[in-house]
């Protein structure tokens, strides 16, 4: 069982930065790959960025070239630099892991991040 924590979550004004980071419990994290999700009411969760355990990254067409992902595998943690913000990022931000691409085996509990206009 891995456990993961996110944090970093927030309000901003659109123009805005945020860093959200997520902390992996247990060892072995180097191996797998780990991704941002984000859900708003009424929709479906929608991924946004994920790392392999190469470091290869890969982002959804809406935050590409504004969001970055990036693994501190000495720390176990993720983070996820999120620049320019708008008010369409609005949502619940959930960190996911796994041996898979996207990852979906281990859930974060989420982070809000609020991006007003």
């Known amino acids: 069982q891995v456990q993961l924590v996110e944090s970093g979550g927030g309000s901003v004004q659109a123009g805005g930065s945020l860093r959200l980071s997520c902390a992996a419990s247990?060892?072995?994290?180097?191996?797998?790959?780990m991704g941002w999700y984000r859900q708003t009411p009424g929709k479906q969760r929608e991924l946004v960025a994920t790392?392999?355990?190469?470091?290869?990254?890969d982002y959804a067409a809406s935050v590409k070239g504004r969001f970055t992902i990036s693994r501190d595998n000495a720390k176990n943690t993720i983070y996820l630099q999120m620049n320019n913000l708008k008010p369409e990022d609005t949502a619940v931000y959930y960190c996911?892991?796994?041996?898979?691409?996207?990852?979906?085996?281990?859930w974060g509990q989420g982070t809000q991040v609020t991006v007003s206009s």
């Open positions: 996911a892991s796994g041996l898979t691409t996207p990852p979906n085996t281990y």
């Open positions: 247990r060892g072995g994290f180097s191996i797998i790959t």
């Open positions: 790392i392999t355990g190469g470091s290869r990254t």
